[in-house]
């Protein structure tokens, strides 16, 4: 431990530094990953270049270790707060640059619902994935939702809800999106303990998402159907 303590970061190459890195964010260490972005970045590396290759992989190795039940909640909110850390330095730096982001997500809990530790989770993983997050908090009705999405334009719309009489508020959620004939423009994702998959089939939800890293890797793939899409209408120049 007396070793770890002593590592003088700066004396490591790229190829190290970024290796110790994913390990300081494993261990949910702020001080060491702040350190270590300020150190990337005086190497001239670019914002992006450090938010994926340290940050994102860093957290992606914590994912999978979480979902495999190696790590838990505690340890990975000790991660992803250890993530913010960095991110804090970087967010203004790819603003300036208009590094590319992976998608934009409005997460919420429900109505009625003031359970919030399962969704802040998913927010910090998604955002450890290279996603925007805009987290409304909790107790959210459908004008909250529908501001938000008004303001932010996001591709995804996360609602978590604990409690077995507070799900159905989702539906009420998504019926308004179709209402306003706006339900294909976003991804619907949903959560928390007593949903399934039945039951976000038959709310009209895109997904239901068991963690917060399934969330990620649900996201994702959405995301690459996504942007295909796009592409493909490109191309056809519609």
């Known amino acids: ?38 150190i990337l970045l005086g190497r001239n590396w670019t914002p992006y270049d450090v938010l994926t290759q340290a940050l994102v992989e860093g957290m992606r190795i914590v994912g999978i270790d979480f979902r495999d039940g190696i790590l838990f909640v505690p340890e990975v909110l000790m ?22 982001s992976v998608g934009t997500m409005v997460i919420g809990t429900v109505k009625g619902d003031i359970h919030d530790i399962g969704k802040n989770l998913v927010s910090m993983m998604m955002e450890g994935a290279g996603f925007e997050v805009i987290n409304i908090g909790i107790n959210n009705s459908v004008e909250d939702y529908m501001a938000a999405i008004e303001e932010h334009n996001p591709d995804i719309i996360g609602m978590s809800a604990l409690l077995t009489t507070t799900m159905p508020y989702m539906k ?13 423009n976003y991804i619907i994702l949903v959560g928390g303990a007593p949903l399934n ?42």
């Open 1 to 38: 431990m007396d070793e770890e303590d002593d590592l003088d970061l700066s004396t490591l190459n790229d190829e190290e530094l970024v290796k110790q890195m994913h390990d300081d964010l494993y261990d949910g260490l702020n001080d060491e990953i702040v350190e270590g972005v300020n």
């Open 197 to 238: 998959d039945a039951f976000a089939d038959s709310i009209g939800a895109d997904s239901y998402c068991r963690d917060a890293s399934m969330a990620v890797e649900t996201a994702k793939q959405f995301m690459i159907g996504r942007q295909g899409s796009v592409a493909a209408r490109e191309a056809a120049g519609t």
């Open 172 to 184: 009420v959620v998504i019926d308004a999106l179709v209402e306003k004939g706006i339900r294909s």
């Open 79 to 100: 991660s992803a707060n250890a993530m913010k850390s960095g991110m804090a330095i970087l967010k203004p730096l790819l603003a300036e640059t208009g590094a590319p």
